[in-house]
Structures are given as structure tokens and as C-alpha cells.
């Protein structure tokens, strides 16, 4: 059975920073791209980032880049979103998913408040 | 602000069909694959369709998509209370680089 956990979610002062994790298993994580998905308080799902199965390849949305740096370490079957100067427009629940988004983690609630 | 568009609610009776549409571009659904999610209340979204029409193993063919040009649609039959929530159309974008998500349609089983 495919299973995805985040962690790391907390609450932060804006301008703070934070690393989430999301551990893989029931697949092999090194052959599958990877994607982080958020969804703001009583927003829509909004794409965030993903990474190639080697991580050469990482794309961002507009709003993260420059501040956000995803990364993986497929030994142990990890993949990481490396937060930095965070805004309260970051506050939001993150996701971890699997290429092609089929299968997701529970979420990790990321708030950010002064 | 997304760029691919899905009307704010629909609804209907139990039982009865309703349909979910996401208009997009070129740019996105003219030129890549769309999938539907099911975002339910407290739970992580749930791949519903890929690859325009394909359904993952375990979802029910009571749900079903489609795609003409630049646009798709998610079609639901035999609605159920258990359906409500939020659904979303997903797909790459070549010109942002980014995968995009539809603005999202709520459910409503009257």
C-alpha cells in the first residue's frame, strides 16, 4: 500500500522559516517525479512545486520562487520543502503527492502569524 | 488566480447526474492531459480521473471525464450525499511551467 506522511508543519512569525518531509512508501519513491500541493484557508488547491526522480529537474510557482527549494533524498525515501522567508499568504495546509498526483499524504498545517 | 476555469457550485438531487466543466487553454488542456480530483471535507484530495477519461482502480464508473479541445468535463451519475465537496480539474501548463488546478466546483446533493 502507497503511503505519503508530511511532517513539519508549525506555527512560524512571518519572515521565518520552516522544512517539511514527506516519507514514501509501498512504491519505489526514486522512479516517480514528486509534488507539493497547498491549500490556503478557504482557498482552492493550489500547485506549489515538484521534482524530477533524480532531483535535477524542479519546477515552482510563481509565488515561491526565490524562496521555497524542494529536494529529495531517495535513500530514504524522502522529499523536502525547504520554506524561507515565509508570508501569511503561505498559510496553508501541505501536501505531498505522487507523480501524476495519484496518491497523497494527509497534509501538514503550515501557519504563518505574527 | 487559476487558469483554468470550473463554474463555483453545482447541484442536484440524489441519484441524479450533474456535470463539471473546466475551460482552459492551449497552453494547458489543448496540449496535455487533465485529471479530477475529489477534495472532501477533512481528507486529502483523491485522484477521481487521469488522462482525460481513465479511472484509477477503486473509483466507481459513476464518474467519468472527458476532454474537446480546451476544455474538459467530470461527469457524475448516481450522485450521492457522500459526493459532496470540492472537485478540481488539474493539468501541465507548457507556458507557465507549472501544473495548474481548476478554480474549483462545490457539490451540493440537494
Known amino acids: 500500500e502507497v503511503q505519503l506522511v508530511e511532517s513539519g508543519g508549525d506555527f512560524v512569525q512571518p519572515g521565518g522559516s520552516l522544512r517539511l518531509s514527506c516519507v514514501a512508501s509501498g512504491f519505489n519513491l526514486n522512479t516517480y517525479w514528486m509534488n507539493w500541493v497547498r491549500q490556503a484557508p478557504g482557498k482552492g488547491l493550489e500547485w506549489v512545486a515538484n521534482?524530477?526522480?533524480?532531483?535535477?529537474?524542479?519546477y515552482y510557482v510563481d509565488s515561491v520562487k526565490g524562496r521555497f527549494t524542494t529536494s529529495r533524498d531517495n535513500a530514504k525515501r524522502s522529499v523536502y520543502l525547504q520554506m524561507n522567508n515565509l508570508g501569511v499568504e503561505d498559510t496553508a495546509v501541505y501536501y505531498c503527492a505522487s507523480e501524476d498526483h495519484q496518491d497523497w499524504g494527509q497534509g501538514t498545517l503550515v501557519t504563518v502569524s505574527s | 488566480q487559476s487558469v483554468l476555469t470550473q463554474p463555483p457550485s453545482v447541484s442536484a438531487a440524489p441519484g441524479q447526474k450533474v456535470t463539471i466543466s473546466c475551460s482552459g487553454s492551449s497552453s494547458n488542456i489543448g496540449n496535455h492531459y487533465v485529471s479530477w480530483y475529489q477534495h472532501l471535507p477533512g481528507t486529502a484530495p483523491k485522484l477521481l480521473i487521469y488522462e482525460n477519461d481513465k479511472r484509477p482502480s477503486g473509483i466507481p464508473d459513476r464518474f467519468s471525464g472527458s476532454k474537446s479541445g480546451t476544455s474538459a468535463t467530470l461527469g457524475i451519475t448516481g450522485l450521492q450525499t457522500g459526493d459532496e465537496g470540492d472537485y478540481y480539474c488539474?493539468?501541465?501548463?507548457?507556458?507557465?511551467?507549472?501544473?495548474?488546478f481548476g478554480t474549483g466546483t462545490e457539490v451540493t446533493v440537494l
Open positions: 488539474g493539468a501541465w501548463d507548457r507556458s507557465l511551467t507549472v501544473y495548474v
Open positions: 521534482i524530477k526522480q533524480d532531483g535535477s529537474e524542479k
